[in-house]
């Protein structure tokens, strides 16, 4: 049993983590800036949860001591280069300094497939920037790199299954882009292997499911799993990215900015060199399929509201 600490508990992945690291026999704590945010876990056997900004490093300090370990799932996927830059790099530089303070070496960081200094978007860019970060610190690290996650309750899979309950097309930038979609499930075992394995210090997992798709494919079968597929149209590289500029206008956070256009430049997936990255089969795990998971957490929902109806129906799911 070890006493981890969690940041970024409260996501989606969190939520995941949590339950099996409960399941594991694990103690944990998971801040959060707003007590409500944390309903999703605050139930669990074991489980404190602490009022506490993360990004203060003055409570990030106070947070990590006492503790065995740290789990790292902070992170944004919209944002400027400001924004990226806080979250990304300056939080694992918080971090390595307060578990520095408190004698505490063993972190897990989760950072992104395609996570590479010269990747084309600041998503990307500023994940290998924290990895770097907390790679030249002295601590014993274990590094994941998920493709997109997949699950109840993504913002992926079921965002896109949802517009087509509203939209008679779907408008996509980076239709022919490939990805090796993850179940949640699978990064959350994942992690809970590393909590219990010191041989995966110093090691960089690609976590990703076993099968590779385009997205314009993932689309067409989020829209068949709720029983309402709509026709792709792939947008020109251009009109991709005056679409996602139009987005990042309009108020709340966008669908899609301009830097996820930049992320679709490149490939989602495995890697095909051994530069040292271990996948989930090197671990022990067998990666879901995508398809075989679909039907637990997607259903056949068409004509269930009226065209207005599921419109405000996703407009209310957006503003939460």
């Known amino acids: 049993m070890s006493n981890i600490l969690v940041l970024g508990g409260t996501g989606f992945v969190g939520r995941h983590v949590c339950e099996s ?47 065995d370990l740290v789990i ?60 770097a970060v907390l790679e030249a610190a002295d601590l014993d690290l274990t590094v994941l790199r998920p493709s997109v996650i997949f699950g109840a309750g993504d913002h992926f899979i079921n965002l896109f299954a949802r517009m087509q309950q509203v939209l008679p097309l779907v408008p996509l930038a980076g239709a022919r882009v490939r990805f090796q979609p993850v179940w949640v499930q699978d990064v959350a075992q994942a992690i809970v292997h590393a909590v ?10 690609e976590a990703t499911g076993p099968d590779v798709y385009t997205l314009a494919q993932l689309v067409r079968l989020a829209g ?52 040292g990255q271990v996948t989930l089969a090197d671990w022990g795990l067998t990666p879901a399929h995508l398809e075989d998971v679909l039907p637990t957490f997607l259903h056949q929902t068409a004509g269930t509201l009226a065209p207005r109806e599921r419109l405000v129906d996703l407009r209310a799911q957006r503003r939460r």
């Open 196 to 205: 219990a394995h010191p041989d995966t210090i110093d090691q960089t997992l």
């Open 72 to 131: 790292n799932l902070v992170a944004i996927l919209h944002g400027n280069e400001r924004a990226f830059r806080k979250v990304h790099v300056d939080l694992p530089e918080s971090l390595a300094a307060a578990c520095a303070a408190a004698g505490v070496r063993r972190v897990i960081h989760v950072s992104a497939l395609g996570a590479a200094a010269d990747a084309p978007s600041l998503y990307l860019r500023s994940k290998a920037a924290g990895e």
């Open 21 to 67: 690291l409960q399941r594991a026999g694990h103690r944990m704590t998971v801040p959060t800036r707003v007590l409500k945010n944390a309903a999703p876990v605050q139930h669990l056997p074991g489980l404190t949860v602490q009022v506490a900004d993360v990004h203060q490093p003055d409570q990030l300090n106070r947070l990590v001591a006492g503790h």
């Open 224 to 275: 068949q799993a709720v029983g309402c597929p709509r026709p792709v149209l792939a947008l020109p590289t251009a009109l991709a990215y005056f679409q996602a500029l139009l987005m990042e206008l309009l108020p709340g956070t966008p669908l899609m900015s301009t830097d996820n256009i930049s992320s679709l430049e490149v490939d989602n997936v495995a890697s095909e060199t051994d530069d």
